[in-house]
T-cell receptor, first 116, second 115 residues
Framework: GAVVSQHPSWVICKSGTSVKIECRSL??????MFWYRQFPKQSLMLMAT?????????EQGVEKDKFLINHASLTLSTLTVTSAHPEDSSFYIC????????????FGDGTRLSIL | AQTVTQSQPEMSVQEAETVTLSCTYD???????LFWYKQPPSRQMILVIR??????QNATENRFSVNFQKAAKSFSLKISDSQLGDTAMYFC????????????FGKGTKLTVNP
């Protein structure tokens, strides 16, 4: 149980394009989803928290217009990196948490984004 | 704000032996949860073990156990009978009860199990 699917797993695109990453909870309803960014050999940095049907809450220093997050249903959240540039290249990971308090987050397999 | 500190960037252990990974945290909260996550080379984040702060009993999951010292704000992970598949990055994480319940991660410890 508690499977989170993230797609795509790897994407390479040209500078200036927008890239959408999907995060789906397959066997539970995710009231809250989280988006992280991870640089090589570093820890996970929380970018934003999204709750179904409401606007995402971004962490300090994360550009809202750059990283668009949509959580339209209880099983799907998307992260769109707009007008991507090489400095946006990174590993992006989503996680989802079900209803009820104190439940652990379940992570997707991550997306490796490379901007040329 | 909460902080999580993992003071051992890298550790190694021989197969079948026991290793302990350290984690300390700083918080003014009384109700919270602590986690250990494993990230193998595949980069998938895998939940290893979870501890509720209100429980005095240390959590155990097969070969994995924790030593939770609430007063000292310490949460170490012990891996017994280490296996080659335990080779991974290990992240300690804190989650405040209530609110958004977002995770605060430590910087991680890279564990290598040697044959």
């Amino acid at each position: 149980g508690a499977v989170v699917s993230q797609h795509p797993s790897w994407v390479i695109c040209k500078s200036g394009t927008s890239v959408k990453i999907e995060c789906r909870s397959l066997d539970f309803q995710a009231t809250t989803m989280f988006w992280y960014r991870q640089f090589p050999k570093q820890s996970l940095m929380l970018m934003a928290t999204s709750n179904e049907g409401s606007k995402a809450t971004y962490e300090q220093g994360v550009e809202k217009d750059k990283f668009l997050i949509n959580h339209a249903s209880l099983t799907l959240s998307t992260l769109t990196v707009t007008s991507a540039h090489p400095e946006d290249s990174s590993f992006y990971i989503c996680s989802a948490r079900g209803t009820g308090g104190g439940l652990p987050q379940h992570f997707g397999d991550g997306t490796r984004l490379s901007i040329l | 704000a909460q902080t999580v500190t993992q003071s051992q960037p890298e550790m190694s252990v021989q197969e079948a032996e026991t290793v302990t990974l350290s984690c300390t945290y700083d918080t003014s909260e009384n109700n919270y949860y602590l986690f250990w996550y494993k990230q193998p080379p595949s980069r998938q984040m895998i939940l290893v073990i979870r501890q509720e702060a209100y429980k005095q009993q240390n959590a155990t999951e097969n070969r994995f156990s924790v030593n939770f010292q609430k007063a000292a704000k310490s949460f170490s992970l012990k891996i017994s009978d280490s296996q080659l598949g335990d080779t991974a990055m290990y992240f300690c994480a804190f989650m405040r009860q209530g609110g958004s319940e977002k995770l605060v991660f430590g910087k991680g410890t890279k564990l290598t199990v040697n044959p």
